[in-house]
């Protein structure tokens, strides 16, 4: 419980500042609880603590930011998949809905 208020309570917490950057590229995180019971699980069981979330932050959304920023504009929404820390491909993005235009004749 403590490292989940860290996570979500610390001004320089930096799964806040993640979330809010991906909010800045338009696409929110679908299961944002799961995620941060993945980062404590994880900091628990390496014994690292509050220091590691960080580190454990960055490994889940390193290649998130990559596919995101490379497609600006073209997801809306992200699914993290339980097995993110082993798989950084553990994820679903899903695609804005753009409505097709239609030619007047």
Known sequence: EILKDIILNSDESELKL???????????????EEVIDIIVDDAIKKEIGARGLVST???IFLQ????????????????????????????????KNVKSRTRKK
Do not use: C, H, M
């Not at 993640?18 to 944002?32: M, P, Q, R, Y």
């Not at 920023?69 to 993005?93: C, R, T």
């Open 18 to 32: 993640t979330v809010k950057a991906l909010k800045s590229l338009g696409v929110k995180i679908s299961n944002l």
């Open 57 to 59: 932050i960055n490994d």
């Open 64 to 95: 998130i930011f990559y596919t995101v920023a490379n497609n600006p504009g073209k997801y809306s929404e992200i699914i993290i998949g339980k097995n993110i820390l082993n798989d950084g491909n553990d994820f679903k993005l899903v695609r």
